[in-house]
């Protein structure tokens, strides 16, 4: 999972590159079309990026993103405009039989797959690349694996020789993984880059494998500079017949790397050469050239917007003395103006709809509720009347806010609750001093902005970080420092539930259940906006994940 800001979206979204609706229909996402898309071509992917590892070990990224050109797993995901990523099975016969109560689960693999090379891809060549996952050299990788496979705790990795015994290859065919615990979203886990085959005696220099992975994907690495280019081309032995989820259209994929943002919009929105056959995947359109967009019908025909995308949210410190009472948060939910929130963001069409769930929409477990109803830019009188129901006056409350990014919602933050009588004092802080103080072991503020994006598309992914009484602190996001015992307990619940329907509705009620004693203001469902080429196709963003999926992208003609 991963915090994100929204000017850094880019970083989130380097998902993408390296590693996350059009004006009459706000429900709509908009993007490249899919009827014109050809085989053939060069994709130019444009990056603010200085650097890219294709090392399934150190990869953060999300399962539509440009490692997973190059690298296959154990299961994939497909997206479509109006849907949520679906997991298919990819390099396995299926996305996973589970057994032993939900703590073992054994994937088969497909006859037939081979490397670039023409070797054969084998069971054990994903257990060395799960096993490198745990190298220290190589760490920086998702880790949902790490506190879930039996064993895992001591294990660091096979450059000593040890393996590790829960994950077994009985042939070349099977790979059986045991878990500690019962875990229901382990197909997703699989879909990760760490799951990635790696054939142990292509792992001659751990440090420098990423730079030339040996490619189980349509593509392959043909040249690196770093800080300037990573080119892509065909990988020979890709069989289509086999893969899901990648289309392999254009013949090859170039990233242009180390470009400054706004570079790349105006670039993209000046569409001239080979630019007519670029994109990006991590930059979002910001609210400066909003007007420039949509003042030109053509430039706005090809932005793609999400329908959805990360929660951002107003984190209330449940521990500090002046709102540890939920009566005092739950007036500050009213208190909030939502809609200069959005407007600070770009409103409601780049910016995003205005949220009231924890859940974001596109994840199982998504229902529209509203707890606290109020006109969009708020309540004060009712927070007002709530506050002296409560016996409070003169609430003096810190908000501690990115000074790079943050400032425009701090202050609609901060006049927001100025009408309900609530002095909020703001405190500008750096990037990493900011992250450092909401996930450090003091918690010495009272209020900070923050938004969430899960890794793959599970409630666990929106609920567990932010929620669970074992992430306040020591670097974990449960930044309102909220703790109750009883939603510990359905969160563990939900996570063992292998059902995917039985566990959404699970899900569903931990939602309801944490915001009902109100830790944190939820504001808007912040939407991503990347601007592409005009022969660019395919190009949209899905509810989830709210970034472009670059393994089905092509060109027009």
Same mark, same amino acid.
């Given at each position: 999972?991963?915090?994100?800001?929204?000017?850094?979206?880019?970083?989130?979204?380097?998902?993408?590159?390296?590693?996350?609706?059009?004006?009459?229909?706000?429900?709509?996402?908009?993007?490249?079309?899919?009827?014109?898309?050809?085989?053939?071509?060069?994709?130019?992917?444009?990056?603010?990026?200085?650097?890219?590892?294709?090392?399934?070990?150190?990869?953060?990224?999300?399962?539509?993103?440009?490692?997973?050109?190059?690298?296959?797993?154990?299961?994939?995901?497909?997206?479509?405009?109006?849907?949520?990523?679906?997991?298919?099975?990819?390099?396995?016969?299926?996305?996973?039989?589970?057994?032993?109560?939900?703590?073992?689960?054994?994937?088969?693999?497909?006859?037939?797959?081979?490397?670039?090379?023409?070797?054969?891809?084998?069971?054990?060549?994903?257990?060395?690349?799960?096993?490198?996952?745990?190298?220290?050299?190589?760490?920086?990788?998702?880790?949902?694996?790490?506190?879930?496979?039996?064993?895992?705790?001591?294990?660091?990795?096979?450059?000593?020789?040890?393996?590790?015994?829960?994950?077994?290859?009985?042939?070349?065919?099977?790979?059986?993984?045991?878990?500690?615990?019962?875990?229901?979203?382990?197909?997703?886990?699989?879909?990760?880059?760490?799951?990635?085959?790696?054939?142990?005696?292509?792992?001659?220099?751990?440090?420098?494998?990423?730079?030339?992975?040996?490619?189980?994907?349509?593509?392959?690495?043909?040249?690196? #500079?770093?800080?300037? @280019?990573?080119?892509?081309?065909? $990988? =020979?032995?890709?069989? &289509? /017949?086999?893969?899901? !989820?990648?289309?392999?259209?254009?013949?090859?994929?170039?990233?242009?790397?180390?470009?400054?943002?706004?570079?790349?919009?105006?670039?993209?929105?000046?569409?001239?050469?080979?630019?007519?056959?670029?994109?990006?995947?991590?930059?979002?359109?910001?609210?400066?050239?909003?007007?420039?967009?949509?003042?030109?019908?053509?430039?706005?025909?090809?932005?793609?917007?999400?329908?959805?995308?990360?929660?951002?949210?107003? #984190?209330?410190?449940? @521990?500090?003395?002046?709102?540890? $009472? =939920?009566?005092?948060? &739950? /007036?500050?939910?009213? !208190?909030?103006?939502?809609?200069?929130?959005?407007?600070?963001?770009?409103?409601?069409?780049?910016?995003?709809?205005?949220?009231?769930?924890?859940?974001?929409?596109?994840?199982?477990?998504?229902?529209?509720?509203?707890?606290?109803?109020?006109?969009?830019?708020?309540?004060?009188?009712?927070?007002?009347?709530?506050?002296?129901?409560?016996?409070?006056?003169?609430?003096?409350?810190?908000?501690?806010?990115?000074?790079?990014?943050?400032?425009?919602?701090?202050?609609?933050?901060?006049?927001?609750?100025?009408?309900?009588?609530?002095?909020?004092?703001?405190?500008?802080?750096?990037?990493?001093?900011?992250?450092?103080?909401?996930?450090?072991?003091?918690?010495?503020?009272?209020?900070?902005?923050?938004?969430?994006?899960?890794?793959?598309?599970?409630?666990?992914?929106?609920?567990?970080?932010?929620?669970?009484?074992?992430?306040?602190?020591?670097?974990?996001?449960?930044?309102?420092?909220?703790?109750?015992?009883?939603?510990?307990?359905?969160?563990?619940?939900?996570?063992?539930?292998?059902?995917?329907?039985?566990?959404?509705?699970?899900?569903?009620?931990?939602?309801?259940?944490?915001?009902?004693?109100?830790?944190?203001?939820?504001?808007?469902?912040?939407?991503?906006?990347?601007?592409?080429?005009?022969?660019?196709?395919?190009?949209?963003?899905?509810?989830?994940?709210?970034?472009?999926?670059?393994?089905?992208?092509?060109?027009?003609?």
């Amino acid at each position: 999972m991963r915090r994100t800001t929204r000017a850094v979206a880019a970083a989130v979204a380097l998902a993408l590159a390296v590693t996350a609706c059009n004006a009459n229909d706000k429900s709509a996402p908009s993007g490249g079309g899919t009827a014109a898309a050809e085989q053939g071509g060069t994709f130019q992917v444009l990056t603010t990026s200085k650097e890219i590892s294709l090392d399934p070990a150190k990869s953060q990224n999300l399962g539509t993103s440009t490692i997973h050109l190059v690298l296959r797993g154990l299961t994939s995901w497909k997206t479509s405009p109006d849907k949520a990523a679906e997991l298919v099975p990819d390099l396995a016969t299926d996305t996973g039989q589970v057994s032993d109560g939900g703590k073992t689960w054994t994937y088969k693999l497909k006859p037939g797959l081979k490397y670039a090379d023409g070797s054969p891809i084998v069971a054990a060549d994903i257990k060395y690349g799960v096993e490198r996952s745990f190298a220290p050299e190589l760490s920086g990788g998702l880790g949902y694996h790490k506190a879930l496979l039996t064993g895992a705790e001591k294990y660091t990795g096979p450059y000593k020789g040890q393996q590790l015994a829960s994950i077994e290859t009985p042939d070349d065919t099977t790979i059986v993984f045991k878990l500690n615990k019962p875990f229901g979203d382990w197909p997703w886990v699989v879909s990760m880059p760490a799951f990635s085959p790696v054939p142990k005696k292509a792992d001659t220099d751990p440090a420098h494998y990423g730079e030339k992975p040996v490619a189980s994907g349509p593509y392959q690495v043909k040249s690196y #500079a770093p800080g300037s @280019k990573l080119e892509l081309e065909r $990988n =020979p032995a890709w069989d &289509k /017949a086999t893969d899901p !989820a990648r289309t392999g259209l254009p013949d090859s994929i170039v990233l242009t790397m180390g470009l400054q943002a706004d570079v790349i919009n105006q670039r993209l929105i000046a569409d001239a050469g080979d630019d007519k056959n670029a994109a990006t995947t991590g930059t979002s359109v910001p609210a400066a050239l909003i007007p420039t967009v949509t003042g030109n019908p053509a430039v706005k025909a090809r932005v793609a917007t999400s329908p959805s995308g990360a929660l951002q949210y107003l #984190a209330m410190n449940n @521990k500090r003395p002046a709102l540890s $009472n =939920p009566e005092v948060r &739950k /007036a500050i939910q009213y !208190a909030v103006d939502k809609q200069a929130v959005q407007v600070a963001e770009g409103g409601p069409e780049f910016g995003g709809e205005i949220a009231t769930t924890l859940i974001t929409p596109g994840i199982d477990g998504y229902s529209k509720y509203d707890l606290y109803p109020a006109p969009p830019q708020g309540d004060p009188e009712k927070a007002k009347s709530m506050l002296a129901a409560a016996g409070v006056s003169n609430l003096n409350l810190v908000l501690a806010a990115d000074n790079a990014t943050g400032l425009p919602v701090a202050q609609a933050i901060q006049q927001g609750l100025k009408r309900a009588g609530i002095n909020v004092t703001i405190k500008p802080l750096e990037t990493e001093a900011l992250t450092d103080l909401i996930t450090g072991p003091k918690g010495d503020y009272d209020l900070t902005v923050s938004s969430w994006l899960p890794d793959y598309p599970s409630a666990l992914g929106n609920l567990q970080p932010l929620f669970s009484t074992s992430e306040i602190g020591n670097g974990g996001y449960n930044v309102s420092r909220y703790s109750n015992p009883a939603v510990d307990t359905a969160i563990a619940t939900a996570t063992a539930e292998s059902d995917r329907a039985k566990a959404a509705g699970l899900w569903g009620a931990v939602d309801k259940q944490i915001l009902a004693d109100s830790p944190m203001v939820p504001l808007i469902y912040a939407r991503n906006a990347f601007l592409h080429g005009s022969k660019v196709q395919n190009f949209f963003l899905p509810p989830y994940p709210p970034y472009p999926n670059v393994l089905i992208v092509g060109l027009s003609k």
